[in-house]
């Protein structure tokens, strides 16, 4: 595991970094949110970054972050806590307990998974829709072209509040056409939130218009393979 000096030392470069984009887009750096991105990583390699300040923190599975973040949150209860990774319905109960933003709505039976577990819970984290910016079959996220019908049947027949979206732009893409695609999208539904950019491509998120950025190997180091 990486040693905790090298996760503050790398925390601090990357929070540079992002002012140093901001600066460059003439935005705010205020205007950008850090998302640290600690899948893989044991509570004890996430512990230094808390203590240097960092409070908002990204997870991809639901049991994963069920095992690390309730005690992590009770030494730091203003810790925020988003889901990244895809989320299956049968865990939407999970997800709406644990989560503070979930990332990933992404199709019709998740929006009513979700509709029912917010409804019965009272608790109402934000929700963004990922986009399939590249339309790759892999990948989870809506199309491009029926983000407008889902975004109306998630208000209208869920009754769902969506704030903002999300991409991961394919790995081999030139990133800021994505990007660009994913800003345009939101505008023409006046969503504020625009979750984009990782440890290779966040500057470029940023000019484009990033209000959350989702940095993990850049702050934590190399991941090791699961399992
Ligand atoms: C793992 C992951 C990240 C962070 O990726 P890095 O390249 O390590 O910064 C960001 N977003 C999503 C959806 C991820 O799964």
Redesign the pocket.
Known sequence: MIDPQTVVANLAEVRDEIARAAHDGERDPAGVALIA?S?TIPAEGIQPALAAGQRLF?E?YVQEAKSKWPALREAYPDAELHL??PLQSNKAREAVELFDVI?TLDRTSLAAALAKEIQRSGRHPTLLVQVNTGEEPQKGGVAPGAVDAFLAECRETHGLTVSGLMC?PPAEDPPSAHFGLLAAIARRHALSVLSMG???DYPAAIQMGATHV?????IFGA?QPKG
Do not use: E, F, Q
């Open positions: 991105v899948k990204g991809n990244i990774g990332h991961i990782m440890s290779a989702r940095v993990g190997s850049a991941r």
